[in-house]
């Protein structure tokens, strides 16, 4: 630990921050004037917790027998715990960020309170105005530990190689790995867009002078589908060495209407860029989009394909059908998730054309293609 000061950062009602410096030890928070922070609050006890030192320059939290207690990044405390920069600090509802610590770090906010400061809290579940590794997770934007994996799309018959799609992948060593943890914490910063593009953007510079004349898939976030934004990083994409022959996939949950559909299709087609519906058959079907605004692709959920082989005769049917709609309109249906043989006997049967899953390729590291 550091010897500088420390901070509780705040988020006050009308939306700003503020910080309270925790400028001697020990450091008393409760309802009660007396406390060095005051937190008007119905859940609060009049002296709820203490900030201490460790005796090794650190800084620790005590619980003062709370009734509705401290938590540290959402877990009751009990007892004692040794705090690090950036923990997450709940007294009973009232939500806080440790900041400091280090003897050249000084928090960038937009204001300080008074000691004995009063705020106003919550009363109800335990609120999320912070984000635990937000630091990182901006570095991560920004470039440090993004990188991407690829994994193969062939033909159902021939097993030829057709495209690679794309998977976002993090090797920060302060960050989950997952991208779905990856996104929720891009969800608590409303951050999901710019998470989608910073995967999307190191993927298809990384894979491009790799996969000459080969389809490159790449995933959008619902909420940047329909952006501005979006087609510009497009465009800047298509000026990468080599013009990547790419194929945007649309999120079911994006599939929405079918005018904004057809304007999309129609700006995509502008630029040369081609689309897939992705997840088909994940939740609603959206067969009225479908029908009115064909994709080049059509991804089954791989929910639908797994253990397709063992399937009743009614599924087995119903996806036929579903299959020979598609090539009907012009689509190419796509099987995600084939993992045995026998899937893919049946998808070949029931006449997909491309297959994607661990049976004809791993996702690899793109740097290792």
């Known amino acids: 630990m550091g010897s500088g000061p420390w901070f509780l950062e705040s988020i006050v009602a009308d939306g700003s921050r503020v910080t309270h410096r925790v400028d001697h030890l020990p450091f008393s928070v409760g309802r009660d004037t007396g406390n060095d922070l005051t937190i008007e609050g119905a859940g609060l006890s009049r002296r709820h917790a203490e900030l201490q030192t460790d005796g090794a320059g650190g800084l620790q939290l005590v619980d003062l027998g709370s009734t509705n207690g401290t938590f540290v990044n959402r877990e009751r405390l009990t007892g004692s715990r040794a705090l690090a920069p950036n923990d997450i600090i709940h007294f009973c509802h009232a939500e806080f960020r440790l900041t400091g610590g280090a003897a050249d770090e000084m928090p960038t906010l937009s204001g300080f309170g008074e000691d004995r400061t009063k705020m106003v809290s919550g009363t109800q579940q335990l609120s999320q105005n912070f984000v635990r590794h937000e630091a990182q997770f901006l570095e991560f934007l920004g470039g440090r530990g993004l990188t991407a994996a690829a ?3 062939v033909d159902a018959h021939s097993g030829a190689l057709l495209a690679y799609e794309l998977l976002g992948r993090c090797t920060h060593p302060e ?12 969800a608590s910063l409303r951050r999901e867009a710019e998470l989608s593009a910073a995967f999307r953007h190191h993927g298809v510079a990384a894979i491009a002078p790799k996969a000459q004349g080969v389809g490159i898939f790449v995933n959008t976030h619902p909420s940047e589908t329909f952006t501005d934004e979006f087609f510009e990083s497009l465009h800047g994409l298509l000026a990468l060495p080599g013009r990547p022959h790419l194929v945007v996939e649309v999120h079911e949950s994006a599939v929405v209407e079918v005018e904004r559909m057809r304007e999309l299709a129609a700006r995509l087609q502008g630029i040369g860029v081609r689309f897939a519906y992705d997840d088909f058959g994940a939740g609603q079907a959206r067969l009225n989009e479908l029908a009115e605004v064909p994709a080049h692709f059509v991804k089954f959920d791989m929910g639908i394909v797994r253990n397709l082989h063992e399937a009743s005769e009614r599924k087995q049917r119903m996806v036929r059908d579903l299959v020979r ?39 690899v590291m793109v740097d290792k293609l």
Not at 340 to 360: N, S
């Open 151 to 153: 994994q193969p799309i």
């Open 175 to 186: 960050l989950p790995g997952s991208p779905m943890h990856l996104f929720s914490m891009a």
């Open 325 to 363: 709609m598609v090539l009907e309109l012009g689509s190419v249906p796509l099987a995600e998730g084939v993992e045995v043989e026998a899937e893919a006997q049946v998808c070949r049967d029931m006449g997909f054309r491309l297959i994607q899953g661990y049976l004809t390729g791993r996702p």
